[in-house]
């Protein structure tokens, strides 16, 4: 029965129907519209020897019946732009609202408004007669875009072969609703005049919605709860509908490739946001870091979305723990990536601190001061050539005069917050920045606080840029040479050691290398 | 014999369409046009060009009509016409009918009414140029086609 249809559908359609087996984009079907019967005639051609097939009519409405009893049809609409009764921009206007096929717009005149116009309008091309076949023969590119960047991900493979599927009209037919509103927001008023106004999703009403949804929880947003949660005139169910099922298709993008990503690693992760289970990863998770590294911070108004994406992906979720519209498991990656990125400090800051009473803010966490005390081992062995606790601690107190830095420090964690936090204010048409923008408004605050912490410690040893433990511990003996609470035999050691190379006496030599060692 | 007469008018059509390539009468189009012509439509351009032809007959004798009322010529309605000819004949590469089409345009929207006559005069002109010639070619070719059909049996 379907198959009938369907071969029904295509002789209705195709006039020259070639036995190969097709691959994409041979048989791809295009509506050709041109009340020119020679230009017709030849684009005709041009279309068959690109092995499309062709439904060619010559005017506006005969090709709109086409389209409107089966979208399914017609993969791309290629028009004339000036017909008698509909016009091509009329006919663009139309199937641009009413379905989501891409549309080429073709005509004699190549008067530049004319062509700004037709891209206004939503074309996807302009041609300017005579029509070539070199430039019929990348038409198929605006297909393939379209089904690419569909928000449902379907591959044009499976879009081609099931295309008279049930599945595929439902489908195709939600992503022209989106296709509306997006429309709308590229071309503005033109069109806008003919039909009721439609919602542009601005940065405040995207937050506003964002905050509707955190508020609500994602599992239980229904767009009606949303609509009384934003309480926005202008703002219709439908429209919060169509943008919540956008914002639900990024997240599910964002996170299957979360998952993805960390399936490579899951046996390092664990469980992830829980650094005690472990511990055995952290020297994994070193070398991670390191790639999170100072430039971020140090940008940090430049940070950018994809950034911060990639880096939660990079401590991505293990497969047990993901949900693909759960809020917790992003909070728990977000956490979690901030767990980590200041494991490597914290390990450090223990290093150095954990014989100084009253360095009240760890204990305050007993589960990650236990984390760092079992780091300890691991780190002496980094930091084999430091000094004795003694001079560390005393390296500690000559420090202690460093403390405006904690000032800076604090501000600048409450940066990162807010850079984070910002992007979360700006609505990209990226999907993938939905899933950014998401998580970084959920940030636990918790985590933050903890960061800010952190890097308030941190800062004790010195400028910004000591966030990296390579660099800490350089910084360190740096404090540690200049120190004068240096025993006095390393004094003297250092002293004959660089002046061995110039003691002509091989006795003496020979006792100072015997102290040395 | 006869296969001596096909390569000749092969070689005679090529001379023609070097010919009217040189003039201007048509460009590269009509090179793709011919490019489209296959085994699975054989006869691809004559049959566009005689499409071009009837239309273009049409197309000129509604000009004609229009630029003869003498008080109120739509100009509007004359560079609808003309988009249409030039959109034809450039899909078939008549380049010089084409530009007429652009002057002819250009004096419409002006309304220019002497302009517009001497207009249609040019490309009334042009046309049957253009007409006779691809005349010319087609006979030519309907020989040729004849000549190596004959001689096709007898090699066999």
């Excluded at chain 1, 002789?11 to 048989?27: Q, R």
């Excluded at chain 1, 008698?84 to 921009?89: A, E, K, S, V, Y």
């Excluded at chain 1, 759960?326 to 954990?354: A, F, G, W």
């Excluded at chain 1, 009473?357 to 050539?385: A, V």
Aim: glycine content about 6%.
């Amino acid at each position: 029965m379907d198959q009938q249809t369907e071969k029904d559908d295509h002789s209705k359609v195709v006039k020259s129907e070639s036995k190969d087996k097709e691959v994409f984009p041979d048989g791809m079907r295009v509506l050709a519209v041109d009340d020119n019967i020679v230009c017709l005639r030849m684009l005709q051609a041009v279309l068959e020897h690109c092995r499309y097939k062709v439904k060619a009519v010559t005017d506006g409405a005969t090709a709109l019946k086409l389209l409107r009893e089966d979208k399914n049809n017609f993969d791309i609409v290629i028009t004339d732009v000036h017909m008698p009764d509909m016009d091509g921009f009329r006919l663009l206007e139309i199937v641009s609202l009413e379905m989501d096929i891409p549309v080429i717009m073709m005509s004699a005149n190549d008067d530049k408004n004319m062509v700004m116009k037709g891209i206004k309008h939503g074309a996807r091309d302009y041609l300017v007669k005579p029509i070539r076949k070199e430039e019929i023969q990348n038409i198929w590119q605006h297909v393939l875009r379209q089904k690419l960047f569909k928000p449902n991900g379907s591959t044009v493979k499976k879009e081609i072969t099931d295309q008279n599927s049930n599945c595929t009209t439902k489908r195709q037919r939600g992503q022209s609703k989106e296709r509306e509103s997006t429309l709308n927001n590229d071309s503005g008023e033109d069109i806008s005049a003919h039909k009721k106004p439609r919602v542009v999703w601005k940065p405040e009403l995207h937050k506003k919605f964002i905050d509707a949804v955190h508020e609500i929880g994602i599992d239980k947003a229904v767009p009606k709860k949303i609509l009384e949660y934003i309480n926005e005139p202008g703002v219709s169910r439908e429209n919060i509908a169509s943008h919540l099922q956008k914002f639900r298709n990024a997240m599910k993008k964002n996170s299957a490739r979360a998952s993805q990503q960390s399936s490579n690693n899951v046996d390092s992760n664990g469980t992830s946001g829980h650094p005690s289970n472990t511990t055995i990863t952290y020297p994994k998770r070193i070398t991670q870091t390191d790639g999170f590294d100072v430039e971020n911070i140090k940008n940090l108004g430049s940070i950018q979305h994809g950034r911060v994406v990639q880096n939660f992906s990079f401590f991505g979720i293990p497969a047990t723990n993901q949900k693909p519209f759960s809020l917790q498991s992003l909070n728990q990656q977000c956490s979690s990536l901030q767990h980590y990125t200041q494991v490597p400090e914290i390990m450090d800051q223990v290093q150095q601190r954990k014989h100084i009473p009253g360095l009240g803010d760890f204990s305050s966490n007993p589960l990650r001061i236990d984390t760092l005390h079992h780091q300890t081992d691991f780190n002496e062995l980094k930091y084999q050539s430091f000094p004795s606790r003694t001079t560390m601690l005393d390296d500690y107190m000559d420090i202690s005069s460093h403390i405006p830095y904690y000032n800076a420090s604090s501000e600048l964690s409450s940066g990162i917050n807010f850079t984070l936090n910002g992007s979360g204010t700006t609505s990209y048409p990226n999907n993938i920045c939905f899933g950014g923008s998401r998580t970084s408004c959920t940030m636990p605050t918790v985590a933050s606080t903890g960061l800010s912490e952190i890097v308030q410690h941190d800062s004790t040893s010195g400028p910004v840029q000591n966030f990296i433990p390579g660099h800490i511990q350089s910084s360190n003996l740096e404090h540690f040479m200049q120190s004068d609470n240096m025993t006095s035999i390393n004094h003297v050691l250092e002293h004959l050691e660089t002046e061995s190379s110039i003691i002509d006496d091989e006795d003496l030599r020979a006792v100072v290398t015997q102290f040395q060692h | 014999m006869l296969g001596f007469g096909a390569d000749r008018l092969r070689a005679d059509m090529n001379r023609l369409l070097a010919l009217l390539f040189h003039q201007g009468v048509l460009d590269e189009q009509f090179l793709q046009l011919q490019q489209l012509q296959d085994e699975t439509s054989p006869n691809f351009v004559s049959e566009v060009v005689n499409i071009y032809f009837h239309e273009s007959e049409k197309l000129l004798r509604n000009l004609r009509g229009l630029l003869s009322d003498r008080e109120l010529s739509d100009y509007k309605k004359m560079g609808i016409h003309l988009n249409q000819f030039m959109g034809s004949s450039s899909s078939i590469g008549a380049k010089r009918v084409r530009n007429v089409c652009v002057a002819f345009r250009a004096a419409s929207e002006q309304n220019n009414r002497v302009g517009c006559l001497r207009a249609l005069e040019m490309l009334e002109h042009e046309y049957c140029y253009l007409k006779n010639r691809l005349h010319e070619l087609f006979q030519m070719e309907q020989q040729r086609v004849m000549a190596a059909g004959v001689r096709y049996p007898m090699q066999n």
